[in-house]
């Protein structure tokens, strides 16, 4: 596993859920996306793949208004290589199960980042919403 993601109000503290690439089989780049319930055995981890489909470093975006940990979105961009037809897309995860909420198709080949930036309105507990940017 690598390039780890964790909700930006919890950097410096104690998170329970953690979001990062990982190698669905042996010899292989990244090729999976997971999330990592710290206070669950490793077995029960929850992952995101599609053979042949190679996700970039996770960024997560919590969910304005959000209580729980986890209850945003997980973003990342996916060089895709369905045979003949070769996709670029940004993939939306639903943070909690791991779902697809929306895929969108990118124009041309997207570069294969190893590092994010996100800009996101954090909510900060009090009513109000700071504009925060972080490195995912």
Request: contains cysteine; aromatic residues 8%; proline residues 6%.
């Amino acid at each position: 596993m690598g390039l780890h993601a964790i909700h930006p109000m919890k950097k410096g503290q104690k998170h329970r859920y953690a979001y990062s690439l990982d190698n669905h089989g042996d010899g292989v780049w990244w090729n999976a996306l997971v999330k990592i319930d710290m206070e669950k055995d490793d077995s029960e981890s929850i992952q995101w793949y599609v053979e042949d489909h190679y996700p970039s470093e996770v960024s997560f975006i919590p969910r304005p208004g959000a209580t729980e940990e986890d209850d945003g979105v997980i973003v990342s961009t996916v060089l895709g290589n369905d045979g003949e037809k070769k996709t670029s897309y940004l993939l939306v995860l639903d943070a909690r199960d791991m779902s697809v909420i929306a895929t969108v198709d990118a124009p041309v080949h997207l570069p294969f980042p190893s590092h994010g930036h996100t800009c996101a309105p954090i909510d900060m507990g009090n009513g109000e919403l700071e504009r925060s940017c972080f490195w995912a």
